[in-house]
């Protein structure tokens, strides 16, 4: 099993350009979130799911939109970059219930907005 | 949203323990997790407790938990050099859905001397 995947790894954008961070996991898990990492913070939930087609809004959703079409993918999508969402970005998944709730995190993406 | 607090940094020298510290606010978390990021890397779980619990031990881990000053702690045991990374708190509650709303706290880099 690769675990949680995240794509791509780096990515440097300009001051309104777009993109779409995608976020894979193998593990049939139900549920699914994004988090934003900043220097001297603790993570911070973006958005999450809870199965395919169904999105919720975090603790800082502002600027980002997302999509679960299918189980194993979740979507970040940022139709407007700005320098503030400078960040690295986690993507997490989880089952729905029992034992710890464990998040199994992804590797990361590292984006920068000039 | 939720406060959780942690030291930024920690240094101890090879062999000897190592005693990471965390308070948080929300007195109706369920579960209580530590997280460990090392350089470039995802966070992974190292350990957690549930919230009616007072000490959990997993080989050289040991958490603590006060629930009544809401405190918890991470004793590493024979701290290796391998350890150094970034440990994460983090609090959790229930949505109403049922995924898990994860609070961190700010990280403590723990740094081990040879």
Not at chain 1, 86 to 99: I, K, N, Q, W
Not at chain 2, 48 to 68: A, E, P
Not at chain 2, 79 to 93: N, P, W
Request: proline residues 4%.
């Amino acid at each position: 099993n690769a675990g949680v995947t995240q794509t791509p790894k780096f990515r440097v954008l300009k001051t309104g350009q777009s993109m779409t961070l995608l976020c894979a996991q193998d593990m049939n898990h139900e549920y699914m979130y994004w988090y934003r990492q900043d220097p001297g913070m603790g993570l911070r939930l973006i958005h999450y799911s809870v199965g395919e087609g169904t999105t919720a809004k975090g603790e800082v959703p502002d600027g980002y939109n997302v999509s679960r079409l299918k189980k194993q993918n979740f979507l970040l999508g940022l139709e407007s970059a700005a320098p503030s969402q400078t960040s690295v970005y986690f993507c997490a998944s989880s089952y729905p219930a029992g034992g710890s709730n464990e998040q199994f995190f992804g590797p990361g993406t590292r984006l920068t907005v000039l | 949203g939720e406060d959780v607090e942690q030291s930024l940094f920690l240094s101890v020298r090879e062999g000897d323990s190592s005693v990471i510290n965390c308070t948080y606010t929300d007195s109706s978390s369920t579960y209580l997790y530590w997280y460990k990021q090392e350089p470039g890397a995802g966070l992974q779980l190292l350990t957690y407790i549930f919230s009616n619990m007072d000490m959990k031990q997993d080989q050289r881990l040991t958490v603590l938990l006060n629930k009544k000053d809401k405190h918890l702690s991470l004793r590493i045991a024979d701290t290796q050099t391998g350890d150094s990374a970034i440990y994460f708190c983090a609090e959790s509650t229930p949505f109403k859905t049922g995924a898990n709303n994860l609070f961190f706290g700010t990280g403590t880099r723990l740094t081990v001397i040879p």
